[in-house]
């Protein structure tokens, strides 16, 4: 997304990714896009397939004690909603707008290594169709997840890094099986958490709350379909639609933030620099909030001569961050269960979730957070970005 906005400022980049093109491009992860995200691809001429098979949602359900109830997002966030469109089908559509407009992309990328961080030109050597290659550049976005190379060149004593893993795990299915509901379903229950979500009108996605060392060889067809008809099971009319699960895995669940998200000339974005939980759908819709803020800030060094707004980087980008991982773990605390939980605590957290479901500002404050804030919410000056094309 970086070097798309780039290439419609005239600035010149190279992305470098480890796995082969056909792997990300299938790779099933996040599916839920922010207005905000949305908007920004529509404006940067990527909307054409968004438009025809995104799955726009104005609204979500939580579910516990049977009941169900909807947050409306047009009540509370007039013209703003959420769009289900599949986190591998926005690569296809960046990688096929990169490859047109002649982008360098090279894939299967190995034994890349970045350095002169603090110098006039930084590196980057790597390995490419078994050809030792290196570039030197004015600047380096580490886009390579908390895991990357990016994050490891920053020396431990530069950088602050906040965490917190959380004692429970999801499992995710996705299944050939057409959603039978429009809207995202958050259900509470005694047993743990359950979410029924979709990637098109044909996939369900669901998940279930399990212990992080869950083994995925114990959890059976079955048992997958047994548990989310028990967690999932509501006073209405709501229906599974089950068919074959065609993927399945765990993951856990952790927050981190690095501080700064900069270094040198190296900026981290996206997972490299901030983690949150899945609850929230704020994981790649943080990752595409950076990376606009990051293309604006280069813009206006190469045309203007201004590192302003590169210096700024990192304190523009966390205060959005920060808004967020509040919002992941509030909505992962008020809805999963945690192992020694006591009656107490079940009250507190049914107590909670009459309120968000009661109180209008409560449910306000959810959809909000929710649909995503602003783009200038951060103190940014408004502005539209077609002004920078």
Same mark, same amino acid.
């Given at each position: 997304?970086?070097?798309?906005?780039?290439?419609?400022?005239?600035?010149?980049?190279?992305?470098?990714?480890?796995?082969?093109?056909?792997?990300?491009?299938?790779?099933?992860?996040?599916?839920?896009?922010?207005?905000?995200?949305?908007?920004?691809?529509?404006?940067?001429?990527?909307?054409?397939?968004?438009?025809?098979?995104?799955?726009?949602?104005?609204?979500?359900?939580?579910?516990?004690?049977?009941?169900?109830?909807?947050?409306?997002?047009?009540?509370?966030?007039?013209?703003?909603?959420?769009?289900?469109?599949?986190?591998?089908?926005?690569?296809?559509?960046?990688?096929?707008?990169?490859?047109?407009?002649?982008?360098?992309?090279?894939?299967?990328?190995?034994?890349?290594?970045?350095?002169?961080?603090?110098?006039?030109?930084?590196?980057?050597?790597?390995?490419?169709?078994?050809?030792?290659?290196?570039?030197?550049?004015?600047?380096?976005?580490?886009?390579?997840?908390s895991?990357?190379?990016?994050?490891?060149?920053?020396?431990?004593?530069?950088?602050?890094?906040?965490?917190?893993?959380?004692?429970?795990?999801?499992?995710?299915?996705?299944?050939?099986?057409?959603?039978?509901?429009?809207?995202?379903?958050?259900?509470?229950?005694?047993?743990?958490?359950?979410?029924?979500?979709?990637?098109?009108?044909?996939?369900?996605?669901?998940?279930?709350?399990?212990?992080?060392?869950?083994?995925?060889?114990?959890?059976?067809?079955?048992?997958?379909?047994?548990?989310?008809?028990?967690?999932?099971?509501?006073?209405?009319?709501?229906?599974?639609?089950?068919?074959?699960?065609?993927?399945?895995?765990?993951?856990?669940?952790?927050?981190?933030?690095?501080?700064?998200m900069?270094?040198?000339?190296?900026?981290?974005?996206?997972?490299?620099?901030?983690?949150?939980p899945?609850?929230?759908?704020?994981?790649?819709?943080?990752?595409?909030?950076?990376?606009?803020?990051?293309?604006?800030?280069?813009?206006?060094?190469? =045309?203007?001569g #201004?590192h %302003?707004?590169?210096? @700024?980087?990192?304190?523009?980008? /966390?205060?959005? $961050?920060? !808004?967020?991982?509040h919002?992941?773990?509030?909505?992962?605390?008020?809805?999963?269960? =945690?192992?020694? #939980?006591? %009656?107490?605590?079940? @009250?507190?957290?049914?107590?909670? /979730?009459?309120? $968000?479901? !009661?109180?209008?500002?409560?449910?306000?404050s959810?959809?909000?957070?929710?649909?995503?804030?602003?783009? #200038?919410w %951060?103190?940014?000056?408004?502005?539209?970005?077609?002004?920078?094309?």
């Open positions: 997304m970086l070097s798309h906005l780039l290439h419609l400022r005239g600035i010149e980049s190279v992305v470098l990714e480890k796995h082969p093109r056909a792997y990300i491009e299938r790779r099933v992860r996040a599916g839920v896009l922010e207005q905000g995200t949305v908007d920004l691809l529509e404006q940067a001429g990527l909307g054409e397939r968004l438009r025809r098979e995104g799955m726009i949602h104005h609204g979500i359900q939580l579910r516990f004690d049977g009941s169900t109830h909807r947050i409306a997002f047009e009540e509370s966030t007039p013209g703003r909603g959420i769009t289900v469109y599949g986190q591998q089908e926005v690569i296809k559509d960046l990688i096929q707008a990169r490859l047109r407009a002649g982008g360098a992309l090279h894939f299967s990328v190995e034994q890349v290594n970045v350095g002169d961080l603090g110098g006039p030109l930084a590196t980057i050597s790597f390995v490419h169709e078994g050809a030792e290659r290196e570039l030197k550049c004015d600047f380096i976005a580490g886009c390579d997840g895991h990357g190379v990016s994050r490891q060149a920053i020396p431990n004593d530069a950088i602050n890094v906040f965490e917190r893993t959380y004692p429970y795990a999801w499992l995710g299915i996705l299944a050939r099986a057409a959603p039978l509901h429009e809207e995202l379903v958050y259900a509470y229950h005694d047993r743990g958490f359950a979410l029924f979500s979709m990637r098109s009108p044909e996939l369900t996605r669901l998940y279930l709350q399990v212990e992080p060392g869950e083994c995925l060889e114990s959890w059976s067809d079955e048992r997958i379909w047994s548990e989310l008809r028990v967690r999932l099971a509501s006073n209405d009319d709501f229906r599974l639609n089950e068919g074959p699960i065609i993927e399945r895995s765990i993951t856990g669940m952790r927050s981190s933030v690095v501080e700064p900069q270094y040198g000339r190296l900026y981290l974005a996206g997972d490299s620099a901030h983690i949150v899945p609850t929230g759908a704020k994981g790649m819709n943080l990752a595409i909030a950076d990376v606009r803020v990051l293309a604006d800030a280069m813009a206006a060094y190469y =045309a203007l #201004d %302003a707004a590169l210096a @700024r980087y990192s304190q523009t980008c /966390l205060e959005r $961050v920060w !808004r967020a991982e919002f992941s773990w509030w909505m992962t605390s008020m809805l999963h269960r =945690a192992p020694g #939980d006591d %009656a107490f605590q079940q @009250r507190l957290q049914r107590s909670q /979730l009459q309120y $968000v479901v !009661r109180s209008r500002a409560a449910s306000a959810l959809a909000e957070n929710y649909v995503g804030l602003p783009s #200038d %951060a103190g940014k000056a408004p502005e539209r970005l077609n002004s920078h094309f």
